[in-house]
Every structure is written in C-alpha cells, then in structure tokens.
C-alpha cells in the first residue's frame, strides 16, 4: 500500500524553486567544509511524533488524520512500519529514531510487551536490507504508562524498577539487532514532585546503578553503541534529575559514569531550563560529551514542551556553529524531535515540516561553515581576551600566581583600560553572514 500518494520524491530544487516538496537549501551531496552536507547533519526521523502523535493536547482530542487510523493493535503497528520506511525513502533519511512502544503495543505483560516488540523489529530489520535508512538511536518508553508514576530507575517501588531494568535491557538487545548508533536515556519521569516525600539520595543512586548495569550488559552482548543523557530540567516532574548539561555532567561525575556517556541535546529543553540550545551544546562541547541532538524549537510565549520544528535561523546557525567546532556529531545526528502543530493535521504536512527543518539546519551549516572560515567568532574572542597573552595573563591562565602575587601587581593601578564587548557590532555582522548565504 502506497500511504503518501502525493510526493515521489523529495530532491533539491534550489532557492528559487515554488516546488513545497522540495528542498530549497539542503542539498545532501552539497561538499560544506570537506564533507557532503548528509554527512555532517545526520538527520534522523522521530517515530512517535511523525507516525504516533495524533494532535492530542491536554485541551481537545486528535485532529491529524492518518490513512493508518483505522487499523488496530499490531496491525496498525506493522502498517506504521510500511508507512515509515516510505516515508524515510521520499525524504531520503539517513536515519530514524524510536521508543520501543512507539513501533509495538504494550501487551498485558513485560513478556507479552517482547513479543509484539520482536515481531515488529523483525519487520523492521527486513525493511532496513532494502533501506539506507538506518538507526540512529532507539531507548525505553517509561513515563507514558501509569506504572511509572512515581518514576522507573527512581521509583519508589521496586516491582517497578525491576520492570524498568527489564525494559532496557529489551532495549539494548533491540538496539544492537538492528545496528543502533546510539542508545538513548531520557529520564521522563526521573525526579520529584516534592521533596517533602522524596529521599533524594536513593533515587540518584539506584538510578545510577541502573545505567552501570546497563553498561555491563551492553558489554556482555557486544552492543557497542554510545550512550546518550537527554537533559530537561521540568515535566512532567517538577524537578527532574537530569535538570541540564551542567546538573548532568555532576551526575556523572559523581557517580563514575562520565567514560560511558555523553549527551543528546534538544534545543526545547534548553529553553525549559533557562537556556539557549547554544549555550547547552557549548557546555556539552567543551567537556568532551557533545554527542547528539534533538533538533526542535520551543515558543518563547509558552511555558512548556512544545517540540515545534525548527526554522529559527538564527538559532540552527548557532548550534551548527557549535556542532562543527565540535568536529561534527560522530555517532550522533541531528533528530527531529518535533511535530506538526495540531493544525496543520493533514499527512502531507508531515513533509512540509521535515523540509522546513532539514532547509534551515542546511541554512545553519553552510553560514556556521562560512564564518569558521573566516576566523569571525574566533578573531573575537582571541582579541577580546587578549590580555591573558601578556607576561601576567599567562601566570594567571596556567596557575602560576598567587594572590600576593597579583595584589602586588594591582595595588596601584589607576586606570584600566577596559574595551567595549560591542555585542551590537558582532549581531549586526552576524546578520550580514545570514543574508549572504
């Protein structure tokens, strides 16, 4: 069964085209900085969002409409496989992602659970012989199902946490069966809503415990895929435990895990937290743990999760910017952890958002690529910081002074000359980049 009639094939066309299924800026064989521009962004196709989601909000039902809709239990799983696979040839993507209930119903059991998921990987791996479409990253769906409510590596149960074990390590067989990349931990309902019925401690630690026993079995059966921490700082928990790149990288530290993991980044979560994706793609970058992203964008004037599509230039420029100074995403992609907006609820939408989102990271890559070139931020930074060049700036940066040292040093000083950051200066250039692509 063919389920979208009305696209062949999505190809590039250029800026000028009038084609809505084409691309105007991402050209995948486009050579940007030595490499093709599918090489570099990876792109990735969320399962739950492009074949799950319906439209639902916490204020009114579904409103997309899906040619699979009438179809049931496994049946309508295996139609969404057929669906999916259609749909990662016409948009030519290198690579999709799942959560295990997003591709199987949930049978009564954890036992009855892995026999739906094995029936339909197995469906899966077929498809993927005749595909170039391959796994970026898969994980555990535990935060949908009522039982964990109260968390699943930081419940207050043990029933469920051991349920939650036997999810992941599901998880990992399914993952090195069909040659993940990656293997996801986002951490939906790891922490509280009150301290005043929670201790902290134990859940920090077994949920630890759980990712060590994770490392061990990935080990034991040869699954080889990188590890990834997905932070967001609130909901559906008040405070979760992964709060940030920064509140994350202390977890890791504290508990002898940094070796083992590194960080998938979406740009909505960051906001959640009070930051720009920049900021926490560069705190990742610099600690060695830039390892994936989820491309997305909040709106600013709500207050949660919205998992728009991407199309803010300003920031997909910026994240490439970071991602290229990071020597691209290795094992990681750029996944679009995002959904058509409850109106837009036809099934050709569905293209329509993908191309936006692939044109403005492409955008992003070629103005990021131009600028490194150019040495514009780097220029910046090095004169901005210049003086730590200086006899004295080098004891400072190497920690070869002392306090008395440095007293010594300023106790008559008058004045300082101190030069102006010229923010509004950098922008306006920044603007000049963008419109010259």
Same mark, same amino acid.
């Given at each position: 069964?063919t389920?979208?009639?009305?696209?062949s094939?999505?190809?590039?066309?250029?800026?000028h085209s009038?084609?809505?299924?084409?691309?105007?800026?991402y050209?995948?064989?486009?050579?940007?900085?030595?490499k093709?521009?599918?090489?570099?962004?990876?792109y990735?196709?969320?399962?739950?969002?492009?074949?799950?989601a319906?439209?639902? %909000?916490? #204020?009114?039902a579904?409103?997309?409409t899906r040619?699979?809709?009438?179809?049931?239990g496994?049946?309508?799983a =295996?139609?969404?496989?057929e669906?999916?696979?259609?749909?990662?040839?016409k &948009?030519?993507?290198?690579?999709?992602?799942f959560?295990d209930? !997003?591709v199987?119903?949930?049978? !009564?059991?954890l036992?009855?659970?892995? =026999?739906n998921?094995d029936?339909i990987v197995?469906?899966?791996?077929?498809?993927? +012989?005749?595909s170039k479409?391959?796994?970026?990253w898969?994980t555990a769906?535990m935060? $949908?199902?009522?039982r964990w409510t109260?968390?699943?590596?930081t419940?207050?149960?043990?029933?469920?946490?051991?349920y939650?074990?036997?999810?992941?390590?599901?998880?990992?067989?399914?993952?090195?069966? /069909?040659?993940?990349?990656n293997?996801?931990?986002?951490?939906g309902?790891?922490g509280?809503?009150s301290l005043?019925? $929670?201790?902290?401690?134990?859940?920090?630690?077994n949920?630890?415990? /759980?990712?060590?026993?994770?490392i061990?079995?990935?080990?034991?059966?040869?699954?080889?895929?990188? #590890?990834?921490i997905?932070p967001?700082p +609130?909901?559906?928990?008040?405070?979760?435990?992964?709060?940030?790149?920064?509140?994350?990288t202390?977890f /890791?530290?504290?508990y002898?895990?940094q070796?083992?993991?590194? #960080?998938n980044?979406e740009?909505?979560?960051?906001?959640?937290?009070?930051?720009?994706?920049e900021h926490?793609?560069r705190?990742?970058?610099?600690?060695g743990?830039?390892?994936s992203v989820?491309a997305?964008q909040g709106d600013?004037?709500?207050g949660w999760?919205? %998992?728009?599509f991407?199309?803010d230039?300003?920031?997909?420029t910026?994240?490439?910017y970071?991602?290229?100074?990071?020597?691209?995403?290795g094992?990681?992609?750029l996944?679009f952890d995002?959904?058509?907006?409850?109106?837009?609820?036809?099934?050709e939408?569905?293209?329509?958002a993908?191309?936006?989102?692939?044109?403005a990271?492409?955008i992003?890559?070629k103005?990021?690529?131009?600028? &490194?070139? %150019?040495?514009?931020?780097?220029? &910046?930074?090095?004169e901005r910081?210049?003086?730590f060049k200086?006899?004295?700036g080098q004891?400072?940066?190497t920690?070869?002074?002392s306090?008395?040292?440095?007293?010594?040093?300023?106790? !008559?000083?008058? %004045?300082i000359?101190i030069?102006s950051?010229?923010?509004?200066k950098?922008?306006?250039?920044f603007?000049?980049y963008?419109?010259n &692509?």
């Open positions: 069964m389920y979208f009639k009305e696209v094939k999505v190809k590039y066309e250029g800026r009038n084609n809505p299924y084409a691309f105007k800026f050209n995948p064989e486009e050579q940007i900085g030595g093709t521009m599918e090489e570099t962004l990876r990735g196709i969320a399962y739950w969002h492009t074949f799950v319906n439209g639902t %909000d916490p #204020f009114g579904g409103t997309a040619p699979w809709d009438h179809l049931k496994m049946d309508l =295996k139609a969404r496989v669906a999916a696979f259609e749909f990662f040839e &948009i030519n993507a290198p690579f999709f992602c959560h209930v !997003d199987a119903p949930e049978g !009564d059991t036992r009855e659970s892995n =026999k998921l029936e197995s469906m899966i791996k077929e498809y993927m +012989k005749d479409t391959k796994l970026l898969n769906n935060f $949908t199902n009522p109260h968390g699943a590596g419940t207050s149960h043990a029933d469920v946490y051991a939650a074990a036997g999810k992941v390590k599901k998880g990992l067989e399914v993952g090195k069966e /069909l040659g993940a990349e293997y996801v931990f986002w951490g309902r790891e509280y809503e005043l019925n $929670t201790n902290m401690k134990l859940e920090q630690q949920l630890a415990h /759980l990712y060590h026993m994770a061990n079995y990935a080990k034991e059966i040869g699954f080889d895929a990188q #590890f990834l997905e967001k +609130k909901e559906p928990t008040t405070h979760q435990y992964d709060f940030d790149v920064a509140t994350a202390a /890791l530290y504290q002898d895990l070796d083992h993991f590194k #960080f980044i740009a909505n979560h960051a906001t959640l937290a009070g930051h720009t994706f926490e793609l705190v990742a970058r610099e600690s743990m830039l390892g989820d997305n600013l004037l709500l999760d919205t %998992d728009e991407p199309t230039l300003y920031t997909t910026l994240a490439m970071e991602i290229l100074k990071n020597g691209g995403l094992r990681g992609g996944n995002a959904k058509v907006r409850r109106g837009s609820f036809e099934t939408d569905l293209f329509h993908h191309i936006a989102g692939m044109d990271f492409a992003g890559l103005v990021a690529q131009k600028m &490194i070139d %150019d040495n514009f931020f780097e220029g &910046i930074v090095d910081y210049q003086t200086s006899d004295l004891k400072i940066v920690g070869k002074s306090l008395k040292e440095l007293e010594a040093h300023a106790i !008559d000083l008058k %004045d000359n030069r950051g010229q923010v509004e950098i922008k306006a250039k603007n000049q963008l419109l &692509i």
